[in-house]
């Protein structure tokens, strides 16, 4: 398969990336190459060495072409990306990021909604090596601006928050950052690059957690980073020092998720609007925090900038505290309680409202007390689904 098919549709991409033939031969999937030793026709050969760049037999830590077809595919998936590098779990993604773009002594901006293990990162390891953290509020454009310093290089966005989901301006925090010389690194893992080109508005490393929607069956942890060809360059350095590898059996777990994720979005992003609009007249039910409603907090933004959803959403409920929540939790049955999301099963859990949530514009948490809920919605017949919340509801209430 040719490369460079970017100007084909996105859905288009999501099957023919990273299929080259070389890589393949006349199989339709890369085989697993689960191999550690990679040899050499002579000791010329060995002492010649290889391009390190993907598609040059090395060694296994720099992978084989079932690792690079997965890179491969997913940069092409993302508009302005030259490279992808693979990290063992969505955090070791982050972390090899932000290790990318910091030295000791920076300033790193922190989007107050960020992934918790995300704030630990900062407030922990990299506090330890002497990087210093402030955290913004990302829909105050002018108080973040005010941040900077001179010592500030590098920005990690998150939109929608995943957990409170509120949508920032990420082209406008993008572009504040790079006028200011600082790096934007983004949390994608929402939407996705189907969902949003993070690169294209302007970020400049954009990080999914492929465990989420590009798995998509809960079965593999892994994470990426693409970027332009000089952070993809400096992003595979960091990670090969680091020492950071995926094994080909989840690479290939990984791209096979990958072909299906566009109709897998699809699905789960109607049965969400579905579902969050039935909450939506729910008495039980406070707040439907689901930017992709019209008129939940921050759809105006998702409107303007998002080219797709997901079953993401949260709900702050009306009344009757975190008893009342365990008793709708403990009734469901067809969601199951857990974390992670993005898989082909429904999921809950639950969230503290009152301690997350500080900038949901008009919500009214004073008629609750700030028991929230997220959901993942899976493949599963959306009736299906309103009907397991409705009788929760019910056992709620007795
Ligand atoms: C799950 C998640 C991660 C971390 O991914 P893992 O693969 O679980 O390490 C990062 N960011 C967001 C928004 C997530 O939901």
């Known amino acids: 398969m040719a490369k460079g098919g970017k100007d084909r549709a996105a859905g288009t991409r999501l099957v023919t990336g990273g299929r080259r033939s070389e890589w393949t031969g006349a199989a339709v999937n890369p085989p697993v190459w689960r191999t550690s030793t990679h040899l050499y026709e002579s000791s010329a050969d060995?002492?010649?060495g290889r391009p390190n760049a993907d598609g040059h037999f090395y060694y296994g830590r720099r992978g084989t072409p079932t690792q690079w077809a997965l890179a491969d595919a997913l940069t092409e998936l993302e508009p302005g990306a030259e490279g992808t590098v693979l990290y063992p779990s969505g955090v070791a993604a982050i972390a090899g990021a932000l290790l990318t773009v910091l030295k000791p002594g920076d300033v790193l901006l922190v989007t107050d909604n960020a992934y918790e293990p995300t704030r630990n990162l900062a407030n922990g390891f990299l506090k330890r090596f002497g990087i210093e953290t402030r955290f913004f509020d990302p829909l105050d454009l002018d108080a973040y601006a005010a941040l900077f310093c001179e010592r500030t290089s590098a920005v990690m966005l998150e939109s929608p928050g995943s957990l409170t989901m509120e949508?920032?301006?990420?082209?406008?925090?993008?572009?504040?950052?790079r006028e200011r010389g600082a790096a934007s690194v983004i949390d994608n893992?929402?939407?996705s690059a189907l969902g949003f080109p993070a690169?294209?508005?302007?970020c400049d490393i954009s990080v999914m957690s492929l465990t989420k929607h590009v798995g998509g069956h809960s079965d593999l942890m892994m994470g990426s980073a693409s970027a332009g060809a000089e952070w993809h360059a400096r992003l595979r350095l960091c990670a090969q020092q680091l020492g950071n590898v995926v094994s080909p059996d989840d690479a290939s777990l990984a791209l096979r998720g990958l072909r299906t994720m566009g109709v897998r979005l699809a699905h789960s992003t109607a049965a969400a609007l579905k579902i969050a609009t039935w909450l939506e007249a729910r008495a039980e039910v406070a707040r439907v925090l689901c930017p992709m409603l019209p008129g939940a907090p921050g759809h105006d933004l998702w409107a303007r900038d998002f080219t797709g959803g997901c079953g993401l959403f949260s709900v702050v409920l009306a009344k009757g505290g975190i008893e009342a929540r365990a008793r709708f939790v403990d009734a469901l049955e067809l969601f199951g309680i857990g974390y992670s999301w993005g898989g082909y099963e429904s999921l809950v859990v639950p969230f503290e409202a009152k301690r997350t949530i500080t900038r949901v514009p008009d919500a009214d948490l004073a008629s609750g007390d700030g028991a929230a809920i997220r959901f993942s919605v899976g493949l599963e017949d959306p009736d299906d689904l309103i009907a397991d919340l409705e009788q929760a509801f019910a056992a709620m209430e007795n």
């Open 46 to 48: 060995l002492a010649a």
């Open 167 to 177: 949508v920032s301006d990420v082209p406008a925090l993008a572009r504040i950052a």
């Open 189 to 191: 893992t929402w939407a």
């Open 199 to 202: 690169l294209a508005h302007g």
